[in-house]
C-alpha cells in the first residue's frame, strides 16, 4: 500500500438536537433567515447553504473590546471601544437531528442561543456521551477496526500501589485493551487508528464530552465524519 498522507486535522463539537414541530429542511431554512446579522445584535447569519439534507450556516459575531489612550489635551487616560468581528460556521444535519461545528465551544454555545432564538426556544440540545467505551464500539458496530495508540489514565493504580494520573503509548494491542478495560471509568483522552475497507487509516482523539479530533486524507475527510456521525 502506498503511504498515507493524513494532512487534514480538525475537532468536531456535537449536539443532538430535536426542534419542536419542525422536521423539513426548508422550514430550519426559513426560521434561521429570520436571524440574519445585523449590528444591532451582533449576531447572526450571513450565508445560508443546503446540501445532502445538512444545513450549512455562516454566524457573524461582534465582541466589544476596550483599549486605553491617553488623550494628551486633557492629561487623562480614556477607555475605547474597539468592535472585534469574527465568523464561523455550524451545520445542522436533518436526517440525524445533529448540530456539529470546528469551532469552539465558546462559539458553539452562541450558535445554539442563535438557534433558539430562531425557534422562539422549541429548540432543545443534548450532549453526547463520547467515552473510549463507547466510541470504539461504534466504531466496530461501522464495520471498522480501532487499534488504541495512546491513553491516558486519571486514577492509574501500580503494581507498587502509587496511584495517579498515567499516560502511555500503546504499542502492544493487547495491552490498550486490558488498560481500556480496567480503566474505562477513569479515561480521559485516548487516540486510536482507524482502519477501513472504504477509506485510508485514519486517527481519532477523544478527550472529552461531545467533541472529538480527526486526522485523515483531506480527500476523504467529509466520507468519513459523514459515516460517524450516522451513529452518535
Known amino acids: 500500500m502506498t503511504s498515507i498522507t493524513m494532512d487534514k486535522k480538525e475537532t468536531l463539537i456535537f449536539n443532538k438536537v430535536e426542534v419542536e414541530g419542525f422536521s423539513s429542511k426548508e422550514q430550519v431554512v426559513e426560521k434561521m433567515r429570520r436571524k440574519m446579522y445585523n449590528d444591532k445584535n451582533g449576531l447572526g447569519f450571513t450565508n445560508i447553504t443546503v446540501e445532502d439534507n445538512i444545513v450549512f450556516a455562516t454566524i457573524l459575531l461582534r465582541t466589544p473590546s476596550y483599549i486605553r489612550s491617553y488623550n494628551e489635551k486633557e492629561g487623562v487616560f480614556v477607555q475605547q471601544v474597539v468592535n472585534i468581528y469574527g465568523e464561523f460556521e455550524v451545520a445542522f444535519d436533518i436526517d440525524h437531528r445533529l448540530l456539529f461545528s470546528t469551532s469552539p465551544s465558546a462559539k458553539f454555545s452562541k450558535a445554539k442561543t442563535l438557534l433558539r432564538e430562531c425557534f422562539e426556544k422549541k429548540i432543545t440540545f443534548q450532549n453526547i456521551e463520547m467515552t473510549a467505551v463507547n466510541m470504539l464500539n461504534r466504531i466496530q458496530c461501522q464495520g471498522m477496526t480501532p487499534y488504541i495508540m495512546d491513553l491516558s489514565i486519571k486514577r492509574y493504580r501500580s503494581p507498587e500501589g502509587a496511584i ?35 477509506y485510508p487509516d485514519f486517527i481519532l482523539s477523544i478527550a472529552s464530552q461531545n467533541s472529538f479530533t480527526i486526522k485523515c486524507e483531506e480527500n476523504y475527510y467529509w466520507q468519513i465524519i459523514n459515516q460517524l456521525k450516522s451513529n452518535l
Open 164 to 198: 495517579g494520573r498515567y499516560s502511555a503509548h500503546i504499542e502492544d494491542c493487547s495491552v490498550g485493551e486490558e488498560l481500556l478495560l480496567k480503566y474505562s471509568d477513569s479515561i480521559n483522552k485516548i487516540t486510536i487508528l482507524v482502519k477501513s475497507d472504504i
